[in-house]
């Protein structure tokens, strides 16, 4: 276990995190996930830590168990990163269902469900763009009636991965995916609305 070492109470929570990377392309979206790896790493230019975590999509379907690394600035010299991680781990926190401030561990991450809107960014590597997930936004109590990443062009890679974070892994495999998929309720198709997206039961909403 590993704490963040972040004050979290006053910290108002943010609805993007520009971190990605994995295995074949999930199309953008609101699914269910689990984080099942997590750690505390420095940062590639070694002034700052990150938050760098391997999620799995809980949804049913072809992208059941498919994963999206994230990565979440803790400390960077930045204070604009800094605080837009200390806001983006704020919602991470919220979307799994601890209140504000509650959030401090590693630990208290895996394997506790959380919905999160997907999107798709273009970078390059090796004079070839490619394209990788990106969580877009935790979904919380306080941004549940947004409208999910609707199919349009990729966003486009920033070009410090650090006060971006990103991580640098790449997916090299790309399906040619529908936009439909199927939900944890009974398999149907997400709705184009805000709100839970098709209905879902939200884990901040648990009694437990």
Known sequence: MA???VN???????NSNASGGGGPIIPRGRYGFQIVEGEIKQNSKKNGDNYAFKAECTDEGPYFKSFVYGTIVLSNPSAWAQNNGHAQLQALGMAMGFAKGEFTNTDMALYQPFVADLDIETYKKDGQDKERNVFAAYIHEGNAHTEPPSEKAPAT?????????????????QPNPSTARQTQNGGSAPSTGGGAAGGRAMPWKRSA
């Open 8 to 14: 979290l109470n006053d910290v108002d929570a943010a």
């Open 157 to 173: 890679a920033a070009a410090n991965d650090d006060n971006a974070a990103q991580t640098n892994a790449a997916n090299n495999n």
């Open 3 to 5: 704490d963040f070492g």
